[in-house]
């Protein structure tokens, strides 16, 4: 059955195909407020039964995407998908035993995440795994007359519940109000928890509007340090990790106690997680109504974190060293912590050129490697000024600085190259 769906899905359409161009997600981004979801057993299956429906969809309509080579037919849109897929579950009654809504909307999401890689902002697409992309989306308007997708309806303080389609209502925990919206995703993380986020787009955080700035230095053993003199540190990792990856280390493959030690060792990177998240949020929502005008570091976390292990010809050095400051790097949320403060304070934020900020000395301009004695303290060698190193590079980057090898400011004066070795 599987074939006959598959075959029915690539048939190509008569429609060209559409250009790509910014969705309206990339406009106006969305956020998820999310809240857990506490489905019955019987509850739980139907719910892993559209995962299922969903994550088949969207992996036929990424197999005829994916196919695409130049000079061939381009492949279809999401349009004309939607009437292949309405052929599909016509002709097959275990595709039509899910919601269409669902089905249509995954779809929906691939067609998204294909105009994301075009406009140059997302990864290429992939293919989604079970296991590990189990979740679905439903669309519409929302209430309970006609024509309603789905309902939200309060039962107590703490419990809600969430019309979901062939199941009817789940509850789940009322943590804070629902924001008004046209969408939200049921979702399954690896260590079992079910979650339902409502997708609204964010009312940005009013600044103080006294023109105050502020620059923020990112690092490893300090997290955060602002040009104030605040330092931040991000939750660190828990030991159980280590211990829960002992355990599983020592787990016959294949057996029960395996599983079960993968779905604890799953639980505490998820509780790690969560740490972080919670500590990113406080502290750009802290920052943002605090200061009109917030600049940061333009960093290069991907290119940070790269692996050292080179290639079979030419391997790398320092490979598990240059790991394990990767795992610092991605411990410390710089990433999400710079996104949440640009969703939080939009067209606040500004990004600065990292290039010598550190080795700059904020009190005379003096640039020079030999002023940064340690990690933590800087003592400028020509006028003697001493101050946390970390806080000296968040103070240049509140005024701006981004100079060169040789002293000069990049946007008050020309370029200068380094001269060439042996040159008079």
């Not at 067209?347 to 000395?361: H, L, M």
Request: proline share 6%; glycine share 10%; hydrophobic share 35%.
């Amino acid at each position: 059955m599987h074939v006959t769906a598959r075959r029915r899905l690539e048939r190509p359409g008569p429609d060209p195909h559409r250009p790509y161009e910014p969705g309206a997600d990339e406009v106006n981004p969305t956020v998820g407020h999310r809240y857990r979801l506490q489905p019955t057993p019987a509850q739980e299956a139907t719910l892993l039964e559209h995962c299922a429906h969903a994550r088949l969809v969207y992996n036929l309509g990424q197999e005829q995407r994916a196919a695409y080579r130049p000079g061939r037919r381009p492949p279809p849109g999401y349009l004309e998908q939607c009437r292949q897929l309405t052929e599909a579950r016509a002709a097959e009654p275990w595709l039509a035993a899910g919601s269409v809504n669902l089905q249509q909307q995954a779809l929906r999401d691939l067609d998204q995440a294909w105009r994301n890689f075009f406009a140059g902002t997302h990864r290429r697409p992939g293919f989604r795994k079970k296991g590990r992309h189990e979740g679905f989306r439903i669309a519409g308007w929302c209430g309970e007359g006609q024509g309603c997708s789905w309902d939200v309806r309060r039962l107590s303080r703490k419990t809600g519940e969430v019309r979901i389609p062939k199941i009817g209502y789940v509850r789940f925990r009322w943590t804070r109000a629902i924001p008004e919206c046209k969408s939200y995703r049921v979702t399954l993380d690896c260590s079992g928890r079910w979650h339902v986020a409502f997708a609204a787009i964010p009312e940005p955080l009013d600044g103080p509007g006294t023109g105050e700035i502020v620059g923020i230095d990112r690092g490893v053993a300090v997290s955060l340090a602002l040009s104030t003199g605040e330092t931040r540190k991000a939750p660190s990792s828990s030991c159980r990790i280590a211990w829960r990856q002992r355990a599983l280390s020592r787990a016959k493959p294949g057996s029960n106690r395996r599983q079960q030690a993968k779905l604890r060792l799953a639980k505490a990177y998820v509780q790690d997680t969560a740490r972080r998240k919670d500590w990113a949020e406080k502290a750009s929502t802290d920052i943002a109504r605090r200061f009109d005008l917030i600049r940061i570091e333009d960093l290069n976390i991907r290119g940070l974190t790269r692996s050292a292990k080179g290639t079979a010809g030419k391997p790398g050095k320092n490979v598990r060293q240059k790991a394990g400051l990767n795992r610092a790097i991605l411990a410390q949320g710089w990433g999400l912590f710079a996104r949440r403060l640009e969703d939080k304070a939009p067209g606040r934020v500004e990004k600065i050129n990292p290039a010598y900020t550190s080795r700059r000395c904020s009190a005379c301009g003096h640039v020079d490697r030999k002023s940064r004695k340690s990690q933590a303290d800087f003592w400028c060698t020509a006028c003697g000024y001493a101050l946390n190193a970390d806080v000296n590079a968040a103070i240049n980057i509140a005024a701006g600085y981004a100079v060169n090898a040789r002293g000069a400011d990049r946007v008050a004066g020309a370029m200068k190259r380094e001269p060439l070795a042996g040159a008079a």
